[in-house]
């Protein structure tokens, strides 16, 4: 075990090479960001734009979620079989295409799918980011850096809201004087929605062209016998001693322990994907999706005007930015255990006095309150944890492939309760839905309780190795 310890342990050479590749990757998560986060200032511009009906609104606001799925299911394919970087290369473009193809819709039919082809990008993305870092990261700071991927959603969520409120400032003030025939008149001014879309292009391209600096993962391209290719980019973080004994270990294990994806169902290595999926479950089942897509109509049912629901929810923006900071921080020293089971029970208690406030109909100022804790607890535990943990825990063969199984869970549980939360609170009221999550988030305390090991300071190949002993009853 001590050859683990020192091939996935403290870099020989360069921990700045290390972190310079895992921030450019984590840059996707700045397009999942403010793609999921752009399309709250333009719902009502669409909606007179294309004279949406309720129903045709919603598929326009769940259409790239319906992207996302289909990213995810095959994010783990293409990642096995083109590799980490030229699969978060399509992920890019995939982006890029959407921002302006999203920009430049000229009926309802060419908006959804634009919309959809971004969600295509944001599901890959979604599988292969996480484990691409993790893949790449050493032992001791593998959480924080797999965590920088949390951070990028967040920083790419408050981009967005600031980027809508730039270009819809100018458009107002700007409605009554000037023409309507140029480019820039119509895509910012009278249909600045489509501004606002377009906006995804810089950093889409950003992303994609900075993807040329970053290496393959040294892992994938041991997995498939490239490790002369290999050998030359460990080389770059590295001693030689290091470099040997980690490839002789990750050859050992694929060597050992290799398996089809169908046998991850089996004792052991099925108790990890269980966790794996319910991790994605639960995650979206906290609310915290619902509380990003929905958050002003949230606080102006509980009486706030709406220009005061639209700073409250920056508000919270920026919690969940300063505590996703302190996940950053604390993840490889606190441990992912302590982090997910005990924000975890932050997130059930705020939640539910967020229902009760709803319930008595208490100042809306007390719901505001409840709300910044409850995103505090929930980004400094499962929204960081979600991330690291995933990649971790699953076997280095079909790693790519059993993420994207849950990536595709985490997708289809968000399109599932973005669905459903409308019509569930207009049945039973808002704080029935605040409720029912956190009932759910009480379930998931006691599951990660139960199943959630701690993986800090451990190769990935020790925690494969965890598994096997498990089903094995040592």
């Known amino acids: ?6 091939a996935v342990g403290t870099p020989g050479r360069s921990s700045y090479y290390i972190i310079l590749i895992s921030m450019i990757a984590s840059l996707g998560g700045v397009l999942f960001g403010f793609d999921t986060a752009v399309i709250s200032g333009t719902q009502s511009m669409v909606k007179a734009k294309f004279m949406l009906s309720e129903w045709h609104l919603g ?25 980490r970087k030229k699969t978060l290369m399509i992920s890019a473009l995939l982006y890029f295409a959407s921002a302006v193809l999203t920009a430049a819709a000229w009926d309802f039919t060419s908006l959804i799918i634009a919309r959809m082809i971004g969600g295509v990008g944001v599901g890959i993305a979604s599988g292969i980011v996480p484990t691409y870092i993790s893949e790449f990261a050493s032992s001791n700071i593998r959480g924080r850096l797999v965590a920088m991927y949390q951070l990028s959603i967040v920083i790419g969520i408050l981009l967005a809201y600031f980027s809508n409120l730039i270009i819809q400032s100018h458009a107002t003030a700007k409605a009554d004087m000037m023409s309507t025939d140029g480019f ?4 910012f001014v009278t249909e600045c929605w489509r501004g606002m879309f377009g906006m995804e292009a810089i950093p889409a391209a950003l992303f994609f062209f900075l993807l040329f600096v970053i290496p393959e993962s040294f892992r994938w391209l041991i997995s498939t016998g490239k490790t002369e290719q290999a050998r030359k980019i460990m080389g770059k973080v590295y001693d030689s001693q290091t470099v040997e004994s980690t490839i002789a270990e990750i050859v050992s294990t694929d060597r050992n322990e290799s ?3 169908l ?14 999926v319910g991790l994605s479950v639960f995650g979206q089942l ?44 604390k993840v490889d020293s606190w441990g992912r255990r302590p982090l997910l089971i005990y924000g975890m029970a932050g997130v059930t208690v705020t939640m539910a006095v967020a229902a009760l406030i709803l319930y ?17 607890f929930i980004a400094v535990s499962i929204c960081a944890v979600i991330w690291v943990l995933t990649p971790e825990v699953l076997p280095n063969r079909v790693r790519a492939r059993a993420v994207s199984i849950a990536t595709f869970a985490n997708w289809g549980t968000n399109a599932i309760a973005a669905q459903l939360f409308p019509w569930y609170v207009d049945q039973y009221g808002m704080y029935s839905g605040f409720a029912t999550f956190a009932a759910i988030c009480f379930v998931g305390t006691f599951f990660f309780w139960f199943l959630v090991p ?17 089903s094995a009853g040592k």
Do not use: H
Not at 289 to 317: D, H, R
């Open 1 to 6: 075990m001590t050859t683990s310890n020192a």
């Open 59 to 83: 598929w326009f606001l769940s259409s790239a979620l319906v992207g996302c799925i289909i990213g995810a299911a095959i994010s783990g394919v293409l990642g096995d079989y083109l590799g």
């Open 184 to 187: 820039f008149d119509v895509y």
């Open 259 to 261: 398996f089809s994806l």
């Open 263 to 276: 046998e991850i169902l089996k004792p052991g290595f099925r108790v990890a994907l269980i966790l794996a």
């Open 286 to 329: 906290t609310g915290i999706n619902i509380v990003l897509y929905y958050g002003p109509e949230i606080l102006k049912s509980a009486g706030l005007e709406t220009g005061s629901a639209l700073f409250y929810q920056v508000l919270i923006g920026f919690i969940n930015l300063i505590f996703t900071l302190v996940a950053l921080w």
């Open 360 to 376: 008595l109909k208490a100042p809306p100022i007390l719901l505001v309150i409840a709300l910044g804790a409850y995103v505090a």
């Open 454 to 470: 701690e993986t800090k300071g451990k190769s990935l190949e020790e925690i494969e190795k965890y598994w096997i002993r498990n």
